[in-house]
């Protein structure tokens, strides 16, 4: 076999993988776990079904690292701290209402769906979360460290901050509305609660 044809081959099998990984995600929204089926994800990523388990082992290690892929993403859009907490802390809340009204978003619509994996592809995603966590909670611990933020951990905070987040946009999504949220509110509310909680 020839080098370009060598090249042919690496780049089909490239394009098919990302093919699998992308669709993956897709059916496990749309029909979650149960209907997640490797016929139905081979075929929307238009390979053969021979192929994903050339390339995955299993339906279960393909799902997984889809969501490990899709935690890395998510990972790297987090906004690193730029000493303006307000305005990072707005800029965080608008990117996670953008994500989460995408309807792709693991936290409201894949995280229901990983405690049906097997034990060693579950345990392999909860690990990508928790990373995925840890970079949330450093924009808290970050203004902790700077004595911008004091009294309560940086996990608490965090999950203090996001959570009203995901109730808004998961009554939205529920309601089938568009998301109204104001970011700035949110962002002053959470820091009054916080000095308040810490007894400033």
Same mark, same amino acid.
């Given at each position: 076999?020839?080098?370009?044809?060598?090249?042919?081959?690496g780049?089909?099998?490239?394009?098919?993988?990302e093919?699998?990984?992308?669709?993956?995600?897709?059916v496990?929204?749309?029909?979650?776990? $149960?209907?997640?089926?490797?016929?139905?994800?081979?075929?929307?990523?238009?390979?053969?079904?021979?192929?994903?388990? $050339?390339?995955?082992?299993?339906?279960?290690?393909?799902?997984?690292?889809?969501?490990?892929?899709?935690?890395?993403?998510?990972?790297?859009?987090?906004?690193?701290?730029?000493?303006?907490?307000?305005?990072?802390?707005?800029?965080?809340?608008?990117?996670?209402?953008?994500?989460?009204?995408?309807?792709?978003?693991?936290?409201?619509?894949?995280?229901?769906?990983?405690?049906?994996?097997?034990?060693?592809?579950r345990?392999?995603?909860?690990?990508?979360?928790?990373?995925?966590?840890?970079?949330?909670?450093?924009?808290?611990?970050?203004?902790?460290?700077?004595?911008?933020?004091?009294?309560?951990?940086?996990?608490?905070?965090?999950?203090?901050?996001?959570?009203?987040?995901?109730?808004?946009?998961?009554?939205?999504?529920?309601?089938?509305?568009?998301?109204?949220?104001?970011?700035?509110?949110?962002?002053?509310?959470?820091?009054?609660?916080?000095?308040?909680?810490?007894?400033q």
């Amino acid at each position: 076999m020839s080098g370009g044809e060598n090249q042919r081959n690496g780049e089909t099998t490239c394009s098919a993988r990302e093919r699998l990984l992308s669709a993956a995600v897709e059916v496990l929204l749309d029909r979650g776990y $149960r209907g997640a089926t490797s016929r139905e994800i081979a075929r929307v990523a238009q390979v053969n079904e021979v192929t994903l388990f $050339r390339l995955f082992s299993t339906k279960d290690d393909l799902l997984a690292e889809a969501i490990v892929q899709r935690a890395a993403t998510d990972r790297e859009s987090v906004p690193a701290p730029t000493g303006d907490m307000q305005a990072d802390l707005e800029n965080l809340a608008e990117l996670t209402v953008r994500s989460l009204s995408g309807g792709g978003h693991l936290l409201v619509r894949i995280l229901p769906e990983i405690p049906r994996l097997p034990a060693e592809q579950r345990k392999v995603v909860r690990e990508a979360l928790v990373e995925t966590q840890k970079s949330l909670v450093a924009i808290f611990r970050h203004y902790q460290d700077l004595g911008r933020l004091v009294g309560e951990p940086a996990e608490f905070l965090c999950t203090s901050f996001m959570g009203p987040i995901l109730m808004v946009v998961g009554a939205a999504h529920s309601r089938e509305e568009p998301v109204q949220f104001d970011a700035s509110q949110h962002v002053r509310v959470f820091l009054e609660g916080a000095r308040e909680r810490a007894g400033q």
